[in-house]
């Protein structure tokens, strides 16, 4: 059964035309992953799932089980379970970490009708994770983000997903800059929410983080549109032969 | 977001803008020795006052209008304004104040009522130029506080007024110092005796009613040897197409090992979004850390008003005295502040701390100007001065000019500034994590502002927050 169903999607940033006729479904319970070159358009695909101000739709829809969901608020479609881990994550000065976990946490909550936690219970959790995740507690005393090193906000990305436990779950090169523990830290993560419902797209260049989360679906986009679809063996023939053979055609 | 409906969806947004249905006797607009000669009489006052307020009025002939400050408005006309206008009916007594009166306070959250006295704070609400109800005196009256209103404190203490008035704010301290002390029509005096701590908050709510009124409240706090208070002001005006004028003055004195904590809660009518009908708000605050060990801490939330001109100051006298000055000041619409503090160090080891936060939405222009003076006897003085500016959107400015003028070359003054801006993606990101944009908004405003609201009485800090919230509700895109 498809999770999300994207159809014949034309996306632009300005004036610019960026997805250019993109289709694109994706299995319940599965990983999908997207590869392809800079520019292609993968970050911009993320972004008009999750409703980024950036992103003018032209054309095409965007089915995330079973409802459109193009024309709904950015928070809206977080609360219904979808979560962007960000290529490059915003700095939030003033707030702080914890303060904003637990606000987004109750705030799904809320809407899915449950009690909301309080700071205690909240932290117990979210100490927990962090320590899984090999986070330092005192990152969730910071302001949200600031100054924290690129592994470091990668950290918190992975570690805002395990807290939320959206269906969603979309992971814009969420290896890169990463030493090899935190991969393994972050693959682990991402490993635990498996749970054969939810649904993975994971964006990467590289095949290190795929010897980890085991791929089910591969992807290739390019130049505005996914020209490739294949098992998880494709990765290996992209690896040695690149892009220049796909699309074009 | 496009900018025209940022702009729809905030307009008309001013909660308090309801005018209050009671008959008014008002002086026809002008200003001459006649018209001050009148309010004097109004007012029952003694002979020495009525002289004050001319010696005043001749002062001010003299002055000038400064036009220093980084904000810009027409010119106002002076003779254009009625100084003075009050409830027909004068209340008697408690029970006597006109229902609708009350009803009005009860919409602005103010607790006049029995029940929500329980709550511990003693309240004397001002409406236009008179000071219709002060809860609580007589228990006060029980520990020696007086709280009354200073028309009252002019005819019942002459000997603290004469001593303690015009003595921290000169008569001519500036135009519009010398403007109130004129035709001040209101306000409120406190004095608590020797070595006592006053158990409850104080408080005054100002009004402006009447149209064309303009409202010049002047407050007398003194805090005796060993004593503390905490005071606070809270302000609202209905919504006029005139712009209103209020020039206050307060005076705070803290004797030797005295406490003195002021806050303001700022809340006048800001003009629609091109600033029309907004009050101007002049104001003169000093305190004066005048014995040995003694503190006065000034504590504000400026929200309203279209223009604000004020710069609670703290006079440290007394060696080792400390001067605190917390602010948070939030422009949108067109409303233009121009804000800060002085803190001139005279004694020995005296230590001053500023706060300043600057919010900046829609057009709105925000700017700070603090001066740190250390005299030369100031030995071991010390300044810490911080000083934070949050832009909302790219049309509004924040502006600081800070000044130092170090006569003691022994002084240990430190000084930080940032500017951040809210950004679309700082809310897009906060939003992509379920969190709706109004609360993202506050979440990053109430981070920038928690370091001021931690010094605000607890129940402030709530109407604090939500005032904000208030304030800056659809000015995001
Ligand atoms: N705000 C913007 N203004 C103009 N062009 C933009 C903007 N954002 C992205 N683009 C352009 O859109 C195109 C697609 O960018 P996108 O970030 O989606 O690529 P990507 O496939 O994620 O690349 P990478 O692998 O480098 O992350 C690029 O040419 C990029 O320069
Ligand atoms: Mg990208």
């Given amino acids: 059964m498809n999770m999300v169903e994207i159809k014949d999607l034309y996306a632009n940033i300005g004036d610019k035309k960026i997805l250019k006729g993109l289709n694109l479904e994706l299995q319940e319970g599965k990983v999908h992953v997207i590869m392809g070159p800079n520019g292609a358009g993968k970050s911009t695909l993320s972004k008009a799932i999750v409703g980024h101000y950036d992103i003018e739709i032209e054309n095409g829809s965007i089915v995330y089980k079973g409802e459109d969901i193009t024309e709904l608020e950015p928070e809206e479609r977080a609360l219904k379970g979808i979560f962007l881990s960000f290529q490059n994550p915003v700095e939030v000065p003033g707030v702080s970490n914890a303060y904003f976990l637990r606000t987004a946490v109750n705030a799904k909550r809320k809407y899915e009708g449950k009690e909301e936690l309080n700071a205690a219970e909240f932290l117990r959790k979210a100490k927990e994770t962090a320590n899984f995740l090999g986070m330092k507690p005192e990152l969730l005393n910071r302001s949200l983000n600031e100054g924290f090193s690129g592994g470091e906000k990668k950290r918190n990305e992975t570690l805002q997903m395990l807290l939320l436990e959206p269906d969603f779950i979309i992971l814009d090169e969420i290896d890169s800059g990463l030493d090899i523990d935190a991969l393994r830290a972050v693959s682990e993560g991402i490993n635990k929410l498996k749970d054969g419902k939810r649904t993975f797209l994971v964006i990467t260049h590289y095949s290190r983080i795929l010897d980890y989360i085991k791929p089910d679906v591969v992807h290739v986009l390019k130049d505005g549109k996914i020209v490739k679809t294949a098992g998880s063996e494709l990765v290996e023939v992209l690896e040695k032969e690149g892009y220049a053979a796909l699309g074009e055609s | ?477």
């Avoid at chain 2, 309801?18 to 018209?35: A, C, M, W």
């Avoid at chain 2, 009148?38 to 307020?53: A, C, G, N, V, Y």
């Avoid at chain 2, 609708?100 to 409406?127: R, S």
């Avoid at chain 2, 223009?307 to 006079?315: E, G, H």
Wanted: glycine letters at 8%; a negative charge.
């Fill in chain 2, 1 to 477: 977001m496009a900018q025209e409906e940022i702009d729809k969806a905030i307009a008309g947004d001013y909660k308090l803008g309801f005018e209050i249905d009671i008959e008014q006797d008002t002086v026809p607009p002008g200003l001459n020795e006649d018209v001050i000669r009148f309010i004097s009489k109004k007012k029952d006052e003694p002979d020495w006052m009525t002289e004050l307020r001319l010696k005043a009025y001749r002062k001010w002939l003299e002055m000038e209008e400064p036009h220093w400050a980084n904000v810009e408005y027409e010119p106002i006309d002076y003779q254009a304004i009625s100084y003075f206008s009050a409830p027909k009916q004068k209340p008697k007594s408690l029970d006597e104040v006109d229902p609708k009166i009350l009803e009005a306070y009860e919409k602005l959250g103010i607790p006049l009522e029995e029940q929500k006295q329980l709550q511990g704070i003693a309240v004397d609400a001002v409406v236009d130029s008179v000071s219709v109800k002060t809860t609580y005196a007589d228990e006060l009256k029980k520990l020696g506080i007086i709280f009354c209103s200073i028309s009252e404190a002019i005819r019942d203490y002459p000997e603290l007024i004469k001593k303690y008035m015009f003595s921290v704010v000169p008569m001519n301290d500036n135009f519009y110092a010398a403007l109130n002390s004129t035709v001040f029509t209101d306000g409120t005096f406190v004095y608590i005796p020797k070595g006592v701590r006053c158990p409850m908050e104080l408080s005054t709510y100002f009004r402006i009613n009447a149209l064309n009124t303009g409202q010049f409240e002047r407050t007398l706090i003194v805090a005796d040897e060993g004593s503390y208070v905490s005071y606070n002001e809270g302000c609202s005006a209905p919504m006029r197409d005139d712009s209103q004028l209020h020039a206050a003055v307060v005076e705070l004195v803290a004797l030797k090992d005295a406490e003195i904590k002021y806050s303001t809660i700022q809340n006048w009518y800001p003009g629609d979004k091109d600033g029309k009908g907004g009050i101007y708000n002049f104001v003169t605050k000093r305190g004066l850390c005048l014995g040995e060990n003694s503190k006065i801490s000034w504590t504000q939330v400026e929200t309203g008003s279209v223009i604000t001109w004020k710069y609670p100051s703290c006079i440290l006298k007394g060696d080792g005295s400390v001067g605190e000055f917390y602010s948070v000041a939030v422009t949108t619409l067109a409303q233009q502040a121009d804000t800060g503090t002085k803190m001139i160090h005279l004694g020995k080891n005296t230590s001053s701390t500023i706060i300043s936060k600057g919010i900046s939405a829609m057009k709105g222009q925000n700017s700070y100007r603090g001066l740190v003076k250390i005299g030369k006897d100031a030995f071991g003085a010390r300044n810490f001065s911080e000083c934070d500016s949050l832009l909302i959107g790219s049309r509004c400015g924040a502006h600081t000019f800070p000044y130092l003028e170090d006569k003691s070359s022994h002084a240990k003054v430190e000084h930080e500034a940032t500017t951040t801006k809210i950004s679309e993606e700082q809310l897009f990101y906060l939003r992509q994590r379920g969190i709706d944009e109004e609360n993202a908004v506050s979440m990053i405003v109430h981070g920038f502002c928690k370091d001021v609201f931690a010094h605000l009485p607890m129940e402030y800090a709530v109407e604090a927050r939500s005032l904000l919230e208030l304030t800056l509700e659809g000015s995001v895109g």
